[in-house]
């Protein structure tokens, strides 16, 4: 399964790279392949290691902060596996060219 995620604090202004930074480390040490993105991270696995760090991540993030907004996109595709590249590469096919990364 795929999974975009976004975390960031509502009560810590308008820099948030802080504790965004906090959240990407959780996810690296997670083990899990991912990708950072300028308005969300994706994660590949299964639902409950990706939901654990996804939980860790809100979990560190309410610990100094207020109020704290996620979003959360699912693709669930049945005996899918390397999609992270995957589905870009299956565009890229489809166009004749490499897309920038």
């Known amino acids: 399964m795929l999974v975009e995620f976004s975390i960031y604090p509502l009560d810590k ?30 994660i590949e696995g299964e639902y409950d290691q990706v939901m654990a760090v996804i939980k860790e991540c809100h979990m560190r993030m309410r610990q100094d902060c ?11 595709r049945e005996g899918a596996e390397g ?15 490499k897309l920038p990364r």
């Open 13 to 42: 202004g308008e820099s948030l790279s802080k504790y965004v930074a906090r959240s990407l480390d959780i996810v690296k040490r997670s083990g899990l392949p991912f990708k950072v993105g300028p308005m969300g991270t994706v």
């Open 66 to 76: 207020k109020r704290v907004a996620a979003h959360i996109k699912i693709d669930d």
């Open 83 to 97: 999609r992270l590249d995957g589905k870009i590469g299956s565009v890229e096919k489809k166009l004749g060219y």
